[in-house]
Nanobody, 120 residues
């Protein structure tokens, strides 16, 4: 069983910064992709930053230059550094991992989310 637990969300003023963390535990044998998604009420969950095999990193256009995705050497913690936040960044943020376990060749794993509110 693989578990993802996000932390670091909260209330921040426009122009401020937050760092989200995602602790990854369990029986992942291989990690194919790691990503951060966000979702606002009534909208679909969209990917905003991802790390794919070969350490290829992609960002959604609205966060390019402001957000930075990274991981530790063991790939057991995923981070999202968010700078110059604006009210449009207010959302629930979710950690995502695609990987292989002992009994699943590929599976998707999600955290429960952490709320980020940008307001003055």
């Amino acid at each position: 069983q693989v578990q993802l637990v996000e932390s670091g969300g909260g209330l921040v003023r426009p122009g401020g910064s937050l760092r989200l963390s995602c602790a990854i535990s369990g029986s992942l044998v291989t990690t194919y992709a790691m990503a951060w998604y966000r979702q606002t009420p009534g909208m679909q969950r969209d990917v905003i930053a991802q790390i794919r095999s070969g350490d290829i990193i992609n960002y959604e256009d609205s966060v390019k230059g402001r957000f930075t995705i990274s991981t530790d050497n063991t790939k057991t913690t995923l981070y999202l550094q968010m700078d110059n936040l604006n009210p449009e960044d207010t959302a629930d943020y979710y950690c995502y991992v695609a990987g292989r376990t002992a009994d699943q060749p590929i599976a998707d794993f999600w955290g429960r989310g952490t709320q980020v509110t940008v307001a003055s």
